[in-house]
């Protein structure tokens, strides 16, 4: 997330006119604006150009939702190359209490 203040700004389209609609993001910190200016630049397109572009890739990626908590657990650690814990020996289980009537 870029610190982006939610702010949607739709033009409205007459049936007979061809637009698209537009978005309007406020509050966007300087050094993004920055990083997607020099990006735009080496791409030889418009800053315009460059965020579409950046939101297509981003929104066409699909999310695979994990099958169970442990599948997303691993996903999180396989990225950082997996962790290894020591596990203790189990101690033997204690008698359970016997209750007299």
């Known amino acids: 997330m870029v610190g982006l203040t939610d702010f949607l700004s739709i033009n409205d389209c007459n049936e007979s006119i061809d637009c ?38 981003a929104l066409a990626e699909k999310t695979r939702r994990p099958a169970s908590l442990f599948e997303a657990i691993r996903r999180r650690i396989d990225s950082i190359g997996g962790v290894e814990l020591d596990i203790p020996a189990r101690s033997p289980l204690r008698e359970p209490p016997r209750f007299e009537e």
């Not at 537009?22 to 315009?48: C, F, P, Q, W």
Request: charged letters at 40%; zero cysteines; aromatic letters at 0%.
């Open 20 to 57: 698209m609609p537009s978005i309007t993001i406020r509050d966007l910190e300087s050094n993004v604006k920055d990083r997607l200016r020099l990006r735009a630049a080496r791409h030889g397109r418009s800053m315009e150009e460059e965020a579409r572009d950046i939101l297509r890739a």
